[in-house]
């Protein structure tokens, strides 16, 4: 049929009702005749309705009736025809389901796929779905594991002050304390080789292979202990035996600790120096003997080193089913040769070359916190004192700034699902960064007034030191911003380049060390800070 599927009663006429009855409203029914009877004789069950104009329920449809083709079609598409807002999206269901006007007109009466779409519209309730429940954000840290990771990072310094009769003598190289280059010599070495050694270790968790994250601590923790050492002996005096020794403890440490602290030991390790820790807040009120001093010395060094074995050792059975997965890989390899495309599912490898940007990083970041602890003595000579506070400061507050870290990839990844458009975003990016950045150089702040305030015999932090401890500070955080998105290439290039200015600047006495620190970590800060802002403020850059 061509026309519309509401027809009217047949010898209706244009001017006469639908029923049949004058004055009747439209739609009131008909009476029926009995086939065969004279022409107006009706059925007896039919009769006329005395009371046209009360409403009446709709008649249900009759079992024999053919279906309403809009009725089935109405409820094939309920639900998405609830869940529209307009009915032009049910039009564009429509037509991209092949629906033509043609084949709307002759199946559904109506003129065109609008028209459908309409009645559709109107035919159904709308339910629009809630909204989803936003997933779990998956930056999010406690902020108490980060503070246990700062006291990790700093408790290991009061051994400087536990172990000082061992560093007795005459003033070393450039005004330093005795014993003091073996120790930075070792400790800027080992710096640089365990952030190497962690870079390596996390990229083969990343990929799940414990057993080989495992093997490369176990090797490359001893190594680096031992370059360590030998660095220090090269910078030691023949008289200062002591010294070596304390940084050969030292260089031991830092491989446990960074085993530790890759594998997750945080608070294992944090039980390690707590024997350090008791003798150090004992000299502030007696003078521990020389041999209670080593004693609780070595017992630290031995506990990290015990529970970096133990934890090393625990992924042998990871390593045992490494191998046995080994053997089989090599097994399907020797069956497999002849299929095309044949894979053993090994993992590749991470390149040597991608944990040298990290080495980099920890030589420049451990170089610019020495010059802000021992700038003043490096200027000045003997008669200065260790700006140990900015030091201590500096340590502590890397706990605070890892949780910032977190904060500022929670935050730039909410601010990424609700900006409308690029622009919009990098003012989220940017406003988050200038927050974190603030947050952490207060924190910074209020540290090195504790600080000051605790360690007997300290400087009075004046305004060319603090201003080189902030700046210092924002090297540091905006460097392991970059870092944690992977920029650590260009953050490792500006914190070498400005720890070489500073070398360079003592070694050579050009100018006064106080203002050139200032300036160079200055500079290195705000660098880095466009840095983040150009790089962070991409969405690219938060894809992961």
Do not use: N
């Not at 010599?185 to 640089?192: E, H, L």
């Not at 600790?257 to 997750?264: E, K, Y």
């Not at 260790?386 to 977190?406: D, F, K």
């Amino acid at each position: 049929m061509s026309g519309s599927l509401w027809l009217t009663p047949p010898g209706s006429s244009a001017g006469t009702p639908a029923s049949g009855i004058p004055g009747a409203p439209a739609g009131t029914p008909a009476p029926t005749t009995v086939p065969g009877a004279p022409t107006g004789t009706s059925a007896p069950a039919a009769r006329v309705d005395t009371l046209p104009y009360v409403p009446r329920p709709a008649r249900q449809r009759p079992g024999w009736a053919a279906a309403d083709p809009v009725d089935e079609l109405t409820a094939r598409l309920e639900d998405l025809i609830a869940q529209a807002v307009h009915p032009d999206e049910i039009a564009a269901v429509l037509e991209s389901d092949g629906m033509t006007d043609d084949h709307i007109r002759l199946t559904y009466g109506r003129e065109d796929s609008f028209a459908l779409a309409e009645d559709l519209y109107a035919r159904v309730e709308r339910r629009h779905p809630e909204p989803p429940v936003p997933p779990a954000e998956p930056w999010h840290t406690g902020l108490g594991a980060c503070l246990l990771r700062g006291l990790v990072f700093a408790l290991p310094g009061l051994a400087y002050v536990l172990g000082a009769p061992l560093l007795d003598g005459p003033p070393a190289a450039f005004g330093l304390p005795a014993g003091t280059v073996p120790l930075l010599a070792g400790a800027v070495t080992g710096w640089a080789w365990t952030q190497a050694l962690a870079h390596r270790a996390y990229a083969w968790l990343g990929l799940g292979d414990r057993a080989a994250a495992a093997r490369t601590l176990l090797t490359g923790g001893p190594l680096g202990a031992l370059l360590g050492a030998l660095v220090a002996v090269a910078a030691a005096r023949p008289d200062q035996w002591g010294a070596v020794a304390f940084a050969a403890g030292q260089s031991l440490y830092l491989a446990a600790a960074t085993a530790l602290l890759v594998l997750g030991r945080e608070k294992g390790l944090f039980g390690a120096l707590l024997p350090l820790a008791a003798g150090a807040a004992a000299t502030l009120w007696t003078a521990p003997p020389g041999a209670l001093r080593v004693a609780l010395l070595l017992l630290s060094l031995l506990a990290a080193t015990g529970l970096a074995v133990r934890a090393l050792t625990a992924e042998g059975a990871l390593r045992a089913g490494a191998a046995a997965g080994e053997r089989g890989a090599t097994t399907g390899e020797r069956t497999g040769r002849s299929r095309p495309g044949y894979r053993t599912g090994r993992p590749a490898a991470p390149r040597l070359a991608a944990s040298l940007p990290y080495g980099l990083f920890g030589l420049g970041t451990g170089l610019l916190v020495l010059y802000a602890a021992l700038g003043d003595v490096l200027a000045h000579g003997p008669a200065a004192a260790v700006a140990a506070p900015a030091a201590v400061a500096l340590t502590l507050s890397m706990g605070p700034a890892e949780w910032l870290l977190y904060r500022f990839r929670a935050e730039t990844l909410a601010g990424l699902r609700a900006a409308t458009g690029p622009a919009a975003f990098r003012r989220v990016a940017g406003g988050t960064l200038v927050l974190c950045l603030a947050c952490y150089l207060t924190v910074l702040l209020v540290l090195a007034a504790v600080c000051t305030a605790l360690i007997t015999g300290a400087p009075e932090p004046g305004g060319p030191w603090l201003v080189t401890l902030l700046t210092t500070g924002a090297v540091l955080w905006t460097a392991l911003l970059l870092q944690s998105f992977g920029a650590v290439l260009a953050a490792a290039v500006v914190c070498a380049l400005a720890a070489g200015a500073q070398t360079v600047a003592l070694a050579t006495g050009a100018g006064d060390p106080r203002a050139v620190g200032a300036l160079v970590a200055g500079a290195a800060a705000l660098t880095l800070v466009a840095l983040c802002a150009v790089l962070l403020g991409r969405v690219t850059a938060h894809r992961r």
